[in-house]
Structures are given as structure tokens and as C-alpha cells.
């Protein structure tokens, strides 16, 4: 399910529900239901975010999430073939997403939670595997973590006090 919105920031964001599960806490009079909806938001040009929110209606849980998500955007830095810069591994919690960089044509080879982080970051050619825990809000996390490790050429660099030709080989 996916929508257009604008953040206040200028960025037009596509948002897309990852999961919705219904919640139940015991109290002395029965039990209370909510949902719980897992948002995640992106441009499709490198800016990416996900979002938990908690409602009594799925509407307003997905409302929440994506205000969550938009308030968690962080930047992707992409190469010249729409892909990562270099290989990396994000961890959340048991759930373990290995990010490899791939030549154009490859397309988004990734399962669900992880796709769906790709597709709206902008990504088109990026192999994942999703290594421990297969929950979904840890997967998303993890490689939302993996994605935030990420540095371009021009950081490292700069970094190291070296060229780019020297850093590339």
C-alpha cells in the first residue's frame, strides 16, 4: 500500500506498509485491542525512514508511523549505477541484513521488509540476505542501520588523507 506525501521538509515521500499486527494487553475488564503498523517512507532519491505507531484503528496507527518515519529520514549515499557505494552489514537487535553492491542490471534482490527499504531509498541494483531473526520491524531496522553506515568515496577519502583514484584502486 503505497502513498504520496509531502514532508514539510520539501521532499515528496512515498510511504509503504511493511506490517500491521494486532495488539492485545490483558486488563482487569477483558482484553484491550490495537494495532500496531511498521511505515516505511522514502523519495526514491536516497532518502529513507521507518516508523512504528500504535492506534485503536489501523488508519491512525499508519498515520502515526508515518509521522514517526519522517521524523527518522536519513540520507543514502548511492553510487553512479544506483547502487550502495560498498558492502555492508547492519545489525538490530537478533536480526543481522547483509548489503552487497551490485552492477547495473541486477535489480533489488531482497526479501520483503528490506525490498521495501531499497525500493524507497532510491537503490535499483542491491543483492540483501537477512542473516538471524526474520521479525519484520527488526529486518527493516537493521538494514535501515546498514544503510546509515554507508559512506561515499569522497568521505573516505578525506578520511584517510588520500585520493579518490588511490581509494578506488
Same mark, same amino acid.
Given at each position: ?10 521532499? &515528496?515521500?512515498?510511504? #509503504? ?5 494486532? @495488539?492485545?494487553?490483558? @486488563? ?38 508515518? &509521522? ?11 553510487? &553512479? #549505477? ?14 543481522? @541484513? ?5 552492477? &547495473? ?50 568521505? @573516505? ?13
Amino acid at each position: 500500500m503505497k502513498r504520496e506525501i509531502i514532508d514539510a521538509s520539501g521532499l &515528496e515521500l512515498t510511504e #509503504n506498509v511493511v506490517a500491521i499486527k494486532r @495488539v492485545t494487553k490483558v @486488563v482487569k475488564g477483558g482484553r484491550n485491542m490495537r494495532f500496531s503498523a511498521l511505515v516505511v517512507v522514502g523519495d526514491g532519491n536516497g532518502h529513507v525512514g521507518a516508523g512504528m505507531g500504535k492506534a485503536a484503528e489501523i488508519p491512525e496507527a499508519i498515520r502515526k508511523g508515518k &509521522e514517526d518515519a519522517m521524523k527518522k529520514l536519513i540520507t543514502v549515499n548511492l553510487d &553512479e #549505477n544506483n547502487s550502495i557505494t560498498h558492502d555492508v552489514t547492519g545489525k538490530h537487535t537478533g536480526a543481522c @541484513v547483509l548489503l552487497k553492491k551490485s552492477p &547495473e542490471g541486477t535489480g533489488i534482490i531482497a526479501g520483503g521488509p528490506a525490498r521495501s527499504v531499497c525500493e524507497l531509498a532510491g537503490i535499483k541494483n542491491i543483492r540483501t540476505k537477512s542473516l538471524g531473526s526474520n521479525n519484520k520491524q527488526n529486518v527493516v531496522l537493521a538494514t535501515l542501520t546498514a544503510l546509515d553506515q554507508l559512506k561515499s568515496p569522497e568521505e @573516505v577519502s578525506r578520511l584517510r588523507g588520500k585520493s579518490i583514484e588511490e581509494i578506488r584502486g
